[in-house]
């Protein structure tokens, strides 16, 4: 279902109140389609990821097998909203199945698109990322 009535804000805000409460319908009708999701650096992950399956399953789910089951805990910190475009700061907090706790802070620019998200830029603390996620890099 397509919200074009839902501000871009209210989109984004839906979306991470969904990933914070483990909704995945929500999370899924939030994307666009053809979304890309942009994690730079040099992680196994960072690269530029299309398309709301992959998004979802590879890139978001991929982060499941990392993460004790029940420790992640998401916190929308604030929003900005001008035009089409929002930046989302928010915090990521869990245990890891390596031992370590992962927390960080991180900062989205989400571009919506007729109600749904089709582009995200992520930044965060990726040295904190390498570290507590992928020790063994």
Do not use: Q
């Not at 989109?11 to 483990?22: F, H, P, W």
């Not at 709301?52 to 929308?76: A, K, Q, S, W, Y």
């Not at 700061?89 to 706790?101: F, I, P, Q, R």
């Amino acid at each position: 279902m397509t919200n074009t009535a839902a501000t871009p804000k209210a989109v984004v805000i839906r979306y991470v109140e969904a990933v914070r409460d483990g909704d995945a319908d929500v999370i899924h009708d939030s994307f666009a389609e053809d979304v890309t999701w942009h994690y730079p650096g040099d992680l196994p992950i960072s690269k530029v990821w299309h398309g709301r399956d992959t998004v979802i399953n590879d890139f978001l789910g991929g982060m499941g097998p990392i993460l004790v089951p029940g420790t992640l805990e998401i916190e929308l910190v604030s929003t900005i909203a001008e035009g089409d475009r929002v930046v989302a700061e928010w915090t990521s907090k869990a245990k890891t199945v390596h031992g370590g706790t992962y927390d960080n802070r991180c900062i989205g620019i989400y571009t919506v698109r007729d109600g749904k998200i089709a582009s995200v830029v992520e930044y965060t603390d990726t040295r904190h990322v390498a570290a507590t996620l992928f020790p063994a890099l």
